[in-house]
């Protein structure tokens, strides 16, 4: 007896098992072109606590248009999220649409789980903003493999106050790295080190801005370690050395360096206009004296981020699934989306609509209308295949750079080759 | 067993067994244990046997989050061998244990005798100690942070007495240190209690012999509390050990997601996260820095056990 019901507790065992880990082998179609019907899920990326009443809006006029439509809406926090997918893609139970950024869809495309778009949807491609439809491209990969969603860019923000104690202009931001260089290392000078006015190490973001190339044109290999990439690291170091980079930027987050700008601590920091709201209501002394300029960069095209939404290659509902993905990214909805909120639509004609190019002489607008000229031509300066595991092993090595524990070119040259390594076992 | 099984299945058996309730109970006693207990072995299956046993197999794998893999043999140790970060990771994780172990044995056992006694309000004393425990790992780490950041109130009063501000969280051993201070901080009040209740078994006459004997404080600690206590010490050094060797949250928390500046700060648990999370983590890899720390655990364990054996001899 024992025999058996150890023999019935290993098939117990077994049963659920067996269920894990396959998930996803039936792959749904790719032809969208059927009845748009069914149940589909739908999720995104923080944003049901500030947009409840958007979605559920969009959500109900989908489904309207759509009957014998519906669609389940989830959202994931901010924190973690590239985990909650990626557990969900190994375990089969990727949502119909999820709301993407480029470096997460790179992966899911590898894997077959991101439905090519130039072959199910591209009637839709003309709507959108070429350089936004191609943001979803893999190197190395042929088509596109999310629509195009919300973009964002933003100024440079600094605190007039703290330029006019160190004898700076503060009507005369810096416009060059040459002036942002040399306005650091005065500011650090006059404060006697205890205000920086930079608050995190360079990434590769700041490389691609500066100039640098990123990677070869294949997308085979990454460059970061040119001449240009030693010269901003070496500024850089100069700048650390100097204290007019923060001293705990090593180990800095963007959210622990706005907290810093907020408290005074440095004086300039990167966001966008949705930032102007939280200056005025959590630091209304430092929003009296806040200035606003470009971003700085030497290639005359500034950083934009870009949000994607991506359809599950296994959905069943293939269809309804492309037509949703579509409809949250229309003309239509993402312009109502970004007159909620500071965010820029990808689809094309939508930034010239006068929201986005007429001055009504404040501050908001005056950011947003900078920001949407700006956007184009701007550019996605961190390439797709570039993860989360390449950017701490090119912040450790930026860091090891600026304690000095190796040259910059040293530390380039070990960021590189790390990245390609993983770049090859990525496969 | 094996017979009444198979007598139970003969078709002339079981009228004779239905007809003697000896035999009837003796049938059933060997299968109602496992239905009693099958619900918890489904848990332990699934939930702790299933990802040991996927994890010692994916140590031999090239696995990736979404790419299955396939079988490497010892490729994934051998570069264990060659990664510096894994070197970090292993020699953070022992001086992890060799920073907090020793405070944790004794500082709780300090602090046991000193809230052990029964004086009016000392009930207060044992709950404030206590509180660090029962608080989330999350918040306590958050408000080190802000207390140890380069502005925060630790540093303002540094500054103050004239002692200038200190890079708690930027220099790479003040960082580690002050992850083992929060550690000891909050496993503190955990335990005191296993102390206490120690404590509470350790006959007052003994105390009372060494005194007449004229033992002070200090030699009745060393002559008559430890001893008593020894085997309670033992166990707080093993799970402590274990607890240390594996510490991730502190860490995290305080030196962020890189592990410190130039990820000078990262423990193995820490790189496990780091190398086997998200879309393109290497679960592989991260399997076999799990085992590494599986197998030191287990060793660690052992070690203490057997000097505690040794010393029972």
């Known amino acids: 007896m024992p025999r058996r019901a150890l023999a019935a507790a290993v098939v117990a065992l077994a049963l659920p098992l067996s269920a894990c880990g396959s998930g996803g082998d039936e792959g749904g179609s790719t032809d969208a072109s059927g009845k748009v019907e069914g149940d589909i899920t739908f999720q995104t990326w923080n944003l049901r606590a500030n947009f409840k009443p958007y979605f559920e ?10 009957p014998g439509t ?17 557990a969900d893609a190994a375990g089969g139970t990727l949502p119909d649409v999820v709301n993407v950024s480029p470096d997460l869809v790179a992966p899911l495309a590898k894997a077959g789980l991101a439905l090519d778009l130039d072959k199910s949807a591209a009637k839709y491609k003309k709507e959108y903003l070429p350089g936004a439809w191609a943001s979803h491209e893999i190197p190395g990969m042929e088509g596109t493999y999310a629509f195009p969603w919300y973009l964002n860019t933003g100024p440079l923000f600094y605190n007039k106050s703290l330029f006019k104690e160190a004898g700076l202009d503060a009507s005369k931001p810096p416009k060059t790295y040459d002036e942002l260089f040399d306005d650091a290392l005065e500011l650090a000078d006059k404060s006697d080190g205890k205000v920086a006015t930079l608050a995190n190490v360079p990434t590769i973001e700041d490389f691609g801005r500066y100039g640098v190339e990123l990677m070869n044109k294949e997308g085979t290999a990454f460059a970061f370690n040119d001449a240009k990439g030693v010269e901003l690291l070496t500024k850089y170091k100069e700048l650390y050395d100097a204290k007019a980079l923060d001293s705990q930027a090593l180990t800095a987050t963007p959210e622990s360096s706005g907290k810093k700008f907020l408290t005074g601590a440095v004086a300039m920091n990167p966001g966008s206009a949705l930032d102007l709201g939280n200056f005025k209501k959590q630091a209304p002394n430092l929003y009296k004296n806040i200035g606003i300029t470009d971003q700085i960069t030497s290639t005359g095209k500034v950083n934009m981020y870009v949000m994607g939404v991506m359809v599950n290659a296994q959905t069943k509902r293939t269809p309804a699934a492309v037509a949703f993905a579509h409809y949250v990214t229309d003309a239509q909805n993402q312009m109502s989306f ?77 960021a590189v080759k790390a990245c390609d390594r993983l770049l090859q076992q990525q496969g | 067993m094996a017979s009444s099984s198979s007598t139970a299945s003969s078709g002339t058996a079981a009228p004779r067994a239905a007809s003697s309730g000896a035999v009837r109970v003796r049938r059933q006693l060997p299968t109602s244990p496992w239905l009693f207990a ?19 197999v994916n140590a031999f794998t090239d696995r990736r989050t979404l790419i299955p893999g396939e079988f490497v043999g010892l490729a994934n140790f051998r570069e264990l061998l060659h990664d510096e970060m894994f070197w970090i990771g292993l020699r953070n994780s022992t001086l992890y244990v060799l920073g907090v172990v020793p405070a944790l044995v004794l500082l709780p056992l300090l602090l046991a005798l000193l809230v052990q006694k029964n004086i009016p309000g000392i009930a207060f004393f ?87 004997d004229g033992a002070g404080a200090i030699r009745r600690f060393l002559t008559v509390t430890v001893p008593a206590v020894r085997s309670t010490m033992v166990l707080v050094g093993a799970l402590s050990s274990v607890a240390a060797f594996k510490v991730f949250s502190e860490v995290y928390l305080m030196a962020g997601p890189d592990g410190g500046p130039a990820g000078e700060d990262t423990t193995l648990v820490m790189l496990v996260q780091r190398t086997g999370t998200g879309l393109t983590g290497r679960v592989g890899y991260a399997s076999a820095i799990s085992v590494v720390v599986f197998v030191v655990t287990v060793a660690l364990m052992l070690l203490v056990l057997r000097a505690d054996r040794k010393e029972d001899a």
């Open chain 1, 57 to 66: 809006g969009l959500i109900a006029d989908f489904e309207k248009k759509y």
């Open chain 1, 70 to 86: 519906k669609v389940k809406w989830v959202d994931q926090p901010a924190e973690g999220y590239a985990d909650k997918i990626s």
């Open chain 1, 338 to 414: 970004a007159k909620k909120v500071a965010i820029f639509p990808s689809t094309a004609g939508s930034l010239d609509d006068p929201y986005f190019t007429k001055e009504d002489g404040t501050d908001e607008t005056r950011v947003r209308i900078a920001a949407a000229k700006s956007l184009k031509n701007a550019v996605n300066y961190t390439p797709v295949l570039f993860s989360e595991q390449m950017k701490t092993e090119l912040r450790n090595s930026v860091a090891k750079a600026l304690q000095g524990k190796v040259s910059p070119e040293e530390a380039l040259d070990n």
């Open chain 2, 38 to 56: 099958a619900p918890g072995l489904l848990v332990v299956g699934i939930f702790i046997l299933y990802p040991f046993v996927s994890t010692l």
């Open chain 2, 126 to 212: 044992r709950s404030a100690f206590y509180t660090p425990v029962v608080a989330s790992i999350v918040v306590v780490g958050l408000i080190w942070v802000w207390l140890l950041d380069e502005r925060g109130l630790v540093n303002s009063l540094l500054e103050t007495i004239g002692v200038g501000r200190i890079g708690f969280l930027s220099d790479q051993w003040l960082l580690l240190l002050s992850a083992m201070a929060v550690t000891v901080w909050k496993g503190l009040g955990y335990y005191m209690i296993i102390y206490l209740a120690a404590l509470a078994n350790v006959p007052r006459e003994l105390h009372e012999a060494a005194s007449v």
